[in-house]
């Protein structure tokens, strides 16, 4: 039994498959989090959620229209590449994934329901014999067995590839931009952070001032124990290092992608030019400045 957290990605229009899922999963033992189950009375969602998604290993993705149109699914999954979490993603609908989406192998519930629930299971350590209990659940998207395999699956695909339009393989303006914010939450979060420890550092030195209110900082005082006030002092300051430079390369990278934003004007000019090469140059440039 994996002992992961796994952090479940979905649309609200999925809410009753993703719920329901997750349960099965949950009494099979598994240690998945979704928001509908997750968040107790009273807690912010937003912080809720950042703070398992930030704690989670793997991040459970289901696939559908609605889900790789959603900017939080799509926000969540950028966090996650970001941090290099693992995926498990699953195709409930068929759907247009976007590039970076399409690289990751998939369960496919959808055509074959049988190989996806077994490689889940694998995936997290569970008992084969549970297939039966996630099935249950198939129902809901409608599926009740594993459907043939179209022979021609591999052609169709290649079809569908080469009349699909080249601009949508680029990474989104609109991805861009939700990158960008993503930076800019997290440098606010960090210099919160920055404040905190410094508010702490300057506190223990007001507790140091009001306890030797005659500056005398003695050699029998500084053995006493008073030592250990100086250090923490400067282990509270040293704190503030990581986040501050996170900030700094954030920042940095908060400019690229708006050179980045500038970049694919170009190359939509001349799209019908570019080699899928090219294309995912560009994107594996955009996954280099959301990570820190």
Known sequence: MSTESIFVSYSSKDRPFAVSFTEELKK??????????????????????????????????????????????????????????????????????????????YADLLNNPDKAIGDIL??????????????????LIGVSEAPPKPQEQTTEHITKTNTENLEDLLISEAEIDRAIIMHQKAIKKNWKLIAALAFSSISLLVVLYLIKSDFSLSYEWLVGG????????????????????????????????????IKRERLTRVINKLTEKEINDFNNEFDKYIAV
């Open 28 to 105: 099979l033992g598994a240690n998945v989090w979704i928001d509908q189950l997750g968040i107790g009375l009273g807690e912010n969602w937003d912080n809720a959620i950042e703070e398992a998604l930030e704690k989670s290993d793997t991040v459970m993705l289901i696939l559908s229209p609605t889900s790789v149109e959603s900017p939080n699914v799509q926000d969540e999954v950028s966090i996650a590449i970001s941090t290099d979490k693992k995926f498990v993603p699953i195709l409930i609908k068929e759907c247009d994934l976007p590039m970076r989406w399409k690289r990751r192998q």
């Open 122 to 139: 694998n995936f997290l350590g569970l008992q084969a014999t549970a297939t039966s209990n996630l099935k249950n659940v198939l129902s």
């Open 226 to 261: 008073g030592w250990k006030t100086i250090v923490g002092c400067l282990m509270l300051n040293l704190l503030s290092i990581k986040p501050y430079g996170s900030n700094t390369k954030r920042s940095k990278n908060i400019e690229l992608l708006d050179l980045l934003k």
